[in-house]
């Protein structure tokens, strides 16, 4: 009995340390995405399948190809049929997209130090 308690603990903890990762992963899913793209051209579910490879989080298509959608008609992305396949898209940032992502990475980096920094202060939490 006490073997399952701590298993349930254990696993609640972790449910707990997992939830602020996919909360940042879910609510920052542009600038994710845009950063895989300018690393190389990919289809939505080689997304799919490198964000949950990289952060153990699952994004549903439901939810990852109206966001493509829409940076492509904000000319952030570009679309390409690939030749193997015409129903397969991979997308890949202009060069717009490209000074968007600059844009948005350095604000995210400042908003996180700052809640960083006022979270912990001199080594020792608030």
């Given at each position: ?10 696993e ?20 994710i995405?845009?950063?895989?793209l300018?690393?190389?051209s ?28 829409s ?10 049929s690939?030749?193997?396949d ?8 202009t ?27 001199d080594?020792?939490?608030?």
């Open positions: 009995m006490k073997d399952t308690r701590e298993c349930q603990e254990l609640n903890s972790k449910l707990i340390i997992d939830m602020p990762v996919e909360r940042i992963v879910k609510n920052h899913l542009d600038i995405l845009l950063s895989k300018i690393e190389k990919m289809c939505g579910y080689d997304l799919i399948k490198e964000i949950y490879a990289q952060y153990n989080v699952l994004i549903s298509q439901g939810t990852v190809y109206p966001l493509l959608y940076m492509k008609e904000e000319g952030i992305l570009q679309v390409e690939t030749k193997d015409m129903k397969t898209k991979r997308y890949f940032v060069q717009y997209g490209r000074q968007i992502v600059e844009k948005k990475v350095d604000e995210f980096i400042k908003v996180e130090r700052s809640i960083l920094n006022s979270i912990k202060k080594d020792t939490y608030v």
